[in-house]
């Protein structure tokens, strides 16, 4: 079987979150093709591509402009979004939480769905 790209995206590349991965893409794969994700296509991927070179090289924006509640979930090892970007985003947005998943990458709201949903949930009812 071929590792799905998914597990390196968005889990540690360790042991544990080699566990993690297969714990949620094994729940995955069970989906039907009515529920499934669609293969993406290569125009798509090259978009994907472009709008990650675009949103790495560009100026940060004046984050301190928000003055709205925000919630900023991450994890504490994010080799996407820089679990970093996350604490200097809170620090800028007033009226910010900040919660950070432990022993979790990029994914970290799948393999903690529960209590991100409860997090969630609860922010959004104020």
């Known amino acids: 079987m071929r590792t799905d790209p ?3 995206i968005f889990y540690p590349h360790d042991q544990r979150g080699a566990k993690e991965a297969e714990r949620v893409l094994s729940r995955l794969r069970q989906r039907t093709p009515d ?16 709008a990650i070179k675009k949103w790495g090289t560009a100026p940060a924006d004046n984050l ?5 509640p925000t919630l900023i979930i991450n994890s504490d090892n994010d080799t996407m979004v ?9 620090e800028l947005i007033k009226n910010s939480e900040l919660l ?3 022993n ?4 970290s709201i799948f393999q903690y769905a529960i209590p ?3 997090k969630i949930s609860s922010f959004l009812k104020g």
Do not use: C, V, W
């Not at 301190?64 to 709205?68: A, D, P």
């Not at 820089?82 to 985003?89: A, D």
């Open 6 to 8: 998914k597990r390196y």
């Open 35 to 50: 529920f499934a994700d669609q293969k993406i296509t290569i125009a798509s991927f090259r978009r994907q591509l472009r």
């Open 64 to 68: 301190s402009r928000i003055t709205m």
């Open 82 to 90: 820089p679990t970093s970007n996350s604490y200097q985003m809170h």
């Open 100 to 102: 950070i998943f432990p």
């Open 104 to 107: 979790a990458g990029h994914g």
């Open 116 to 118: 991100a949903a409860e």
